[in-house]
């Protein structure tokens, strides 16, 4: 590729506030309630330099040289509610709800209700049927904006698992789970400039993705 090799420099800082708390109200072996707020706050500092040594006119802008040094300040946190409930002596219900916010500092501020809804029952004291559905929210790494091209929303995943457990000795235990994970946005890594071979990285969202295991 004309003006191969590309050389970048790039140092990123990232400063990260973390505020947790949670109640928890035990009312048996099996009985709970739990309620908590958490909080990333997120300050990024990044320069990045990128030099075209060959004058392939690659770089942002076309010249020479690219220069960023930039620096903004993000918000990822979140309220739930969890209640774990024995229905009966075999069946033991666990849902609950949480409420997340992201907030990049630039263009993307968006939010996200999730349920959360556990069933478990005992056929006997040594083997347990677990059903679950469950939706995330996670957000992406606080990448600083330096080429236009790296707008990266929160990853959002409704997830469904069936499983099987058996206690099979004092020492030994079996699992066997059926999986399947719907993903929105998925994140992953990708070039800081799209389409080019200028060796420096950003995340990226894939629109549509799905994982199935057993």
Known sequence: NPGAPYLPTTNLT???????AEVIKRFGERHELRAGVSADLITSRQRVNLLDPGGGGGLPGGGPSFNANLSRSGLFGGVYFSHTLPVSEEITLNYGLRADIFDN?????TDQISPLLNVAYAINPNNV????????????????????????????V????LSYE???????????????KDYRDQIDIGLLVANSNIPLFAPVNFPRARYQGL
């Open 166 to 180: 058996s206690q099979l000795s004092e020492t030994v235990a079996g699992r066997l789970a059926l999986v399947q």
């Open 129 to 156: 049927v677990r059903a679950s559905y469950t939706q995330n929210f996670q957000a992406p790494p606080l990448e600083l904006d330096v080429s236009g091209q790296t707008r990266v929303l929160p990853q959002r």
């Open 158 to 161: 409704t997830a469904y698992e």
């Open 105 to 109: 500092g630039i263009d993307v501020k």
């Open 14 to 20: 990232i400063t990260q506030v973390q505020p947790r």
